[in-house]
């Protein structure tokens, strides 16, 4: 299928499995049915979503968002400056100052590290993929941050891009499944991207910037849940169970962690 140019809004409402779908599933199929579609924007999602606009499509960053001007909203001229301001600024995300100039300093210093901002340049900025998947007969989505050659590059804001610590975040956070969800889509739409990159920016000063690419063994791990994540949403949409924790009701025997074994037997 064709790639879409549409609003990152239209995208989460399209048809499709997209990598944040597995991740619920991942969870239990009772949590993604429970959370699908009802998932409140936190304002680190805005600050996020922010930065991710900023450095990639900052010539349409103003449609989308605006600060709060500084006023005085006890005041009757307060009062008139944030109407008017309000009435203007229907249908865009608001930030304050702070925010505002949090995001800037973020975007900036991405997009003068030497190498993330050659990465970010000549390329194509959020597009909108589609596919089938064969094997389950089901509709599947991706959208990456950036497309250059043979790159797809994907932006992260984390509180620690040094690599000890951002290889734990990409593991918790599942980012072996992105980087073989989004290879495996973009090849099943025609596009040949060989390598996933991962730009990690911290969100305080000063901002540092660390670039990763995903490796085989990050990307096979990715392959092994991802697919399984499929299988089992497939197989809930059958059958229209979506079990909890475990597909079939079981006693579990609950041990020690295994820090409280160490302290309390072998110490």
Same mark, same amino acid.
């Given at each position: 299928?064709?790639?879409?140019?549409?609003?990152?809004?239209?995208?989460?409402?399209?048809?499709?499995?997209?990598? %944040?779908? &597995?991740? &619920?599933?991942?969870? +239990?199929?009772?949590?993604?049915?429970? #959370?699908?579609?009802?998932?409140?924007?936190?304002?680190?999602? /805005?600050?996020?979503?922010?930065?991710?606009?900023?450095?990639?499509?900052?010539?349409?960053?103003?449609? *989308?968002?605006?600060?709060?001007?500084?006023?005085?909203? #006890?005041?009757?001229?307060?009062?008139?400056?944030?109407?008017?301001?309000?009435? !203007? %600024?229907?249908?865009?995300?608001? /930030?304050?100052?702070?925010?505002?100039?949090?995001? %800037?300093?973020? %975007?900036?210093?991405? /997009?003068?590290? +030497? /190498?993330?901002?050659?990465?970010?340049?000549?390329?194509?900025?959020?597009?909108?993929?589609?596919?089938?998947?064969?094997?389950?007969?089901? &509709?599947?989505?991706?959208?990456?941050?950036?497309?250059?050659? #043979?790159?797809?590059?994907?932006?992260?804001?984390?509180?620690?891009? #040094?690599? $000890?610590?951002?290889?734990?975040?990409?593991?918790?956070?599942?980012?072996?499944?992105?980087?073989?969800?989004? =290879? !495996?889509? =973009? !090849?099943?739409?025609?596009?040949?991207? $060989? $390598?996933?990159?991962?730009?990690?920016?911290?969100? *305080?000063?000063?901002?540092?910037?660390?670039?990763?690419?995903?490796?085989?063994?990050? &990307?096979?791990?990715?392959?092994? *849940?991802?697919?399984?994540?499929?299988?089992?949403?497939?197989?809930?949409?059958?059958?229209?169970?979506?079990?909890?924790?475990? $597909?079939?009701?079981?006693?579990?025997?609950?041990? =020690?962690?295994?820090?409280?074994?160490?302290?309390?037997?072998? *110490?």
């Amino acid at each position: 299928m064709k790639p879409e140019k549409m609003t990152n809004a239209e995208y989460h409402a399209a048809e499709g499995v997209s990598k %944040s779908d &597995l991740d &619920l599933i991942h969870l +239990s199929p009772a949590h993604f049915k429970a #959370r699908k579609g009802n998932q409140l924007q936190t304002p680190a999602m /805005l600050i996020g979503s922010a930065i991710h606009k900023l450095v990639l499509e900052p010539d349409d960053f103003g449609n *989308e968002y605006t600060a709060v001007p500084e006023c005085d909203r #006890r005041t009757k001229e307060g009062k008139a400056i944030y109407a008017e301001f309000m009435e !203007k %600024s229907a249908g865009k995300s608001l /930030l304050t100052a702070q925010q505002l100039a949090d995001v %800037s300093a973020v %975007s900036d210093a991405v /997009l003068n590290h +030497s /190498l993330a901002g050659k990465l970010l340049a000549g390329g194509q900025a959020e597009t909108s993929y589609f596919w089938h998947d064969e094997k389950n007969s089901l &509709l599947c989505k991706c959208r990456p941050d950036y497309l250059k050659g #043979r790159y797809c590059i994907d932006l992260k804001t984390t509180q620690s891009a #040094r690599p $000890e610590d951002f290889m734990k975040s990409a593991y918790n956070f599942r980012y072996h499944v992105q980087a073989y969800w989004y =290879l !495996k889509g =973009l !090849k099943a739409c025609g596009v040949n991207a $060989e $390598e996933f990159i991962f730009i990690a920016v911290e969100k *305080e000063p000063p901002y540092a910037v660390c670039v990763y690419v995903a490796g085989e063994d990050f &990307l096979r791990l990715g392959e092994k *849940e991802a697919e399984k994540d499929l299988e089992t949403y497939r197989r809930c949409l059958e059958t229209g169970c979506w079990h909890g924790y475990d $597909e079939e009701p079981a006693i579990h025997t609950l041990e =020690l962690p295994a820090w409280v074994r160490k302290e309390a037997y072998y *110490e």
